[in-house]
């Protein structure tokens, strides 16, 4: 059950709650806009055109390494109002992690959680200098990937998700 904060009710993390999210790894990463607000651009004949802040949006994901050097990035699209993306957290021998053990509802540096803020805040930030009244919808999906048939289909999912808008408005899962 939802509790109350200082007068607001707290939405309960859908974070694996058995997974350390600054663990080496492979995520699915979707986030989406506001009320699924179309900011970012739009599709004509499956082919998606950014406007600027989709362009903004698609120079923050890759950007991400230049923060996280031990992020590596997969199959990424912008659409009209959500991103996908999958990106591999990859330390390898170096497992220096600033981890607290009581990291519920932390953002820890260096986690996915961590990660996925710095992108919707270098958006935000584009978006005001731009003067665009923008949103993201609180949080984002994230999919822990663990086998080559899952990346396969997520990674195909992403690159024909242009040619399903408007086919079919459902996510599959996966």
């Avoid at 086998?147 to 599959?172: E, G, L, M």
Wanted: some cysteine.
């Amino acid at each position: 059950m939802n509790k109350k904060f200082k007068g607001v009710y707290n939405r309960s993390s859908n974070r694996a709650k058995w997974w350390d999210y600054t663990n080496d790894g492979t995520y699915f990463i979707t986030i989406c806009t506001r009320d699924m607000k179309h900011y970012f651009g739009y599709i004509f004949q499956d082919k998606m055109y950014l406007n600027d802040l989709g362009r903004c949006v698609l120079n923050c994901w890759f950007s991400i390494p230049h923060y996280y050097p031990f992020v590596v990035l997969d199959a990424f699209i912008v659409m009209p109002n959500h991103v996908h993306g999958i990106l591999h957290i990859n330390r390898g021998n170096d497992k220096t992690k600033n981890v607290d053990n009581n990291k519920e509802f932390k953002n820890v540096s260096g986690s996915l959680g961590s990660i996925i803020k710095g992108v919707k805040v270098g958006v935000k930030k584009e978006a005001n200098s731009l003067g665009i009244v923008f949103f993201w919808q609180d949080g984002y999906h994230d999919h822990i990937i663990r086998t080559v048939s899952a990346y396969q289909n997520i990674a195909n999912y992403i690159h024909t998700n242009p040619s399903r808008w408007n086919k079919d408005r459902f996510y599959n899962e996966f």
